[in-house]
């Protein structure tokens, strides 16, 4: 691989995603006519190391890169605990959602007919505690997952089921 393309492909990690160098680096290797194959390998090669949540875009052109798998709704590993989910009393989740809101805010939420993940942090611990009570789940994920970059819809900045799942197949 050639210097020029090494270096390039080390700037476009280190630029925040979506970010107008990241664009500019990839509009430039399409004009240097570099192969796909070669570009792609670069970025491989140039990754930084683990595993690492990815957000998922709907950019023209965008994809996953080899090494990632999408965890999104509605694979198998999306997060069931939907921020504009309604959870009811007779819901297997419920228990999960009940144990979180009682922790974070210290309200008593079995009482009501239905509730909600209200934040993301809610969701993601609801999760949490919803693949700590299924060992088997927890045990798949670990293989099927094992190595590889996981991507989800949460922006960057935010907690992510993304991230519990990265810690089970990669912890």
């Known amino acids: 691989?050639?210097?020029?393309?090494?270096?390039?492909?080390?700037?476009?990690?280190?630029?925040?995603?979506?970010?107008?160098?990241?664009?500019?680096?990839?509009?430039?290797?399409?004009?240097?006519?570099?192969?796909?194959?070669?570009?792609?390998?670069?970025?491989?090669?140039?990754?930084?190391?683990?595993?690492?949540?990815?957000?998922?875009?709907?950019?023209?052109?965008?994809?996953?890169?080899?090494?990632?798998?999408?965890?999104?709704?509605?694979?198998?590993?999306?997060?069931?605990?939907?921020?504009?989910?309604?959870?009811?009393?007779g819901d297997p989740l419920r228990p999960f959602l009940d144990a979180v809101v009682l922790e974070t805010t210290g309200v008593d939420a079995s009482e009501y007919a239905a509730i909600s993940a209200a934040t993301p942090a809610v969701a993601v611990a609801a999760y949490r505690l919803y693949l700590d009570a299924h060992p088997e789940l927890r045990r798949r994920a670990a293989a099927e997952l094992a190595g590889l970059d996981l991507g989800c819809w949460c922006p960057a900045d935010q907690p992510c089921h993304a991230d519990v799942l990265l810690e089970a197949s990669h912890g």
């Open 1 to 89: 691989m050639s210097s020029v393309l090494r270096e390039h492909a080390v700037r476009w990690w280190s630029a925040a995603p979506g970010s107008a160098e990241r664009s500019l680096i990839s509009a430039m290797a399409v004009r240097l006519n570099w192969l796909p194959a070669d570009w792609r390998a670069a970025l491989a090669e140039t990754a930084p190391a683990g595993p690492r949540r990815i957000q998922l875009r709907r950019t023209p052109g965008w994809r996953l890169l080899p090494g990632a798998r999408s965890v999104a709704r509605p694979t198998r590993w999306g997060n069931p605990f939907a921020l504009t989910r309604l959870i009811t009393r």
